[in-house]
């Protein structure tokens, strides 16, 4: 079974920094691309990131871009997003989601995780 | 690129409820369905435009053309009320786009 569980999240004051971390388990990690999608309470869902198997390809929202950096271990199974400058507005649940295909990136999300939740506010 | 869905769309059990996604050209794309219920995570109900993943209900069925992909639901239940997102990847940025969803609502 697929699992993918998410931590890290919690209040940090805007400018403040955070690491989140997914462990993922049930498939072959490396097989796959992973992504970050993040949704503020009550709106709608934007992607964030997302990062090859090898992690040879990056590609950032550009809401996000040089403040936030993805990042994988797959010797660890595990997807993290180092968060950097954070700004009230990056407040939301973030997911970790898996891609559909093994290999080749198809930017279908087959599998998400619960969800951490990142709180910026002074 | 932007995605743009109805806000809302209402539907009694047992008909058929309709969720479009609007974008430039969106034909040539390929279209992938979410269903988000309350306090869940988003589940993959149709991608590549008109394919299910496994334990998905043949009820749930995909179309796209030209400017409008659409989300078909029949015999609608109670237990599809629910968030629906549509999600493009777009080739010319490299980034993947949602729409903003549509609640459908179960009469």
């Known amino acids: 079974e697929v699992q993918l569980v998410e931590s890290g999240g919690g209040l940090v004051q805007p400018g403040g920094s955070l690491r989140l971390s997914c462990a993922a388990s049930g498939f072959t990690f490396d097989d796959y691309a992973m992504y970050w999608v993040r949704q503020t309470p009550g709106k709608g869902l934007e992607w964030v990131s997302g990062?090859?198997?090898?992690?040879?390809?990056?590609a950032y929202a550009d809401s996000v871009k040089g403040r936030l950096t993805i990042s994988r271990d797959n010797a660890k199974n595990s997807l993290f997003l180092h968060m950097n400058s954070l700004r009230p507005e990056d407040t939301a649940f973030y997911y970790c989601?898996?891609?559909?295909?093994?290999?080749?990136?198809?930017?279908?999300?087959?599998?998400w995780g619960q969800g951490t939740l990142v709180s910026v506010s002074s | 690129y932007v995605l743009t869905q109805p806000p809302s769309v209402s539907v009694a059990p047992g008909q058929t409820a309709r969720i479009t996604c609007g974008g430039n050209?969106?034909?040539?794309?390929?279209v992938h369905w979410y269903q988000q219920k309350p306090g869940q995570a988003p589940v993959l109900v149709v991608y590549n435009d008109f394919d299910r993943p496994s334990g998905i209900p043949e009820r749930f069925s995909g179309s796209n053309s030209a400017n409008t992909a659409t989300l078909t639901i029949s015999r609608v239940e109670g237990g599809d009320e629910a968030d629906y997102y549509c999600q493009v990847w777009d080739g010319a940025s490299d980034h993947v786009v949602f729409g903003g969803g549509t609640k459908l609502t179960v009469l």
């Open positions: 989601v898996k891609d559909r295909a093994p290999i080749v990136g198809t930017k279908i999300f087959d599998y």
């Open positions: 990062i090859s198997r090898k992690s040879g390809t990056i």
């Open positions: 050209n969106i034909g040539s794309n390929s």
